[in-house]
């Protein structure tokens, strides 16, 4: 297929297979954090999106078996195989074999891990907005490795390299993106 997948079309396919909220908030922050990076590196900013959006698709129908089914089913959707491949490397020393190489998939593989831990940065702040949240308080909370203990900042770390980005920088386009969608993923707060 030629066709490039729509937004509205990863969407309906997630909503079919996810229904958790959170998980369909973590979806919305991906992708929000993956056109920020894109649209900073002049990349796809629609394909960068979307494969954020969907990278989850069979979480939550098979967590034991992430990333086992996702494959097929983009693929059973008819969706290009770059789309298929880079949902796969987010997954890479984890639950694939397959490594980012791309810069989109390098991004995924960092900002999938990355979201949780500036999500739970926001919340413990007075206002539990992203709107107000500074780079340097995720950077403090990075450091209390019981914050957020289920993030693996190995994971970011690797990422980050892979991207030949300061960790500094990835953190503050993961805010940014997520700042965009604060009210969908009910990061908005109180201020």
């Known amino acids: 297929m030629d066709r490039k997948p729509t937004r509205e079309e990863a969407w309906r396919l997630l909503t079919d297979h996810v229904k958790t909220p959170n998980l369909l908030a973590h979806a919305l922050a991906v992708e929000a954090a993956m056109r920020q990076v ?21 979480y939550e129908e098979h967590p034991d078996e992430h990333l086992r089914h996702a494959p097929d089913l983009l ?13 796969a490397s987010h997954g890479w020393g984890i639950c694939t074999d397959v490594e980012p190489v791309t810069d989109l998939e390098k991004a995924l593989f960092a900002i999938d891990e990355l979201t949780g831990l500036v999500a739970a940065a926001a ?4 206002s539990r907005s992203v709107l107000d949240l500074p780079v340097k308080s995720v ?15 190995s994971v970011i770390e690797k990422g980050a390299a892979l991207m030949g980005a300061p960790l500094e920088e990835l953190i503050a386009d993961t805010i940014e993106g997520m ?10 707060g109180n201020l």
């Open 139 to 153: 950077q403090k909370k990075w450091k209390d490795k019981a914050f957020a203990a289920g993030v693996d900042r």
């Open 75 to 87: 693929r059973g959707q008819g969706w290009p195989e770059e789309y298929v491949r880079a949902v």
């Open 38 to 58: 894109a649209r900073k590196k002049g990349a796809d900013e629609e394909m960068w999106g979307i494969v954020g959006l969907i990278h989850d698709v069979d």
């Open 179 to 188: 700042k965009t969608v604060a009210a969908e993923i009910g990061l908005k």
């Open 123 to 126: 919340l413990v702040r007075p």
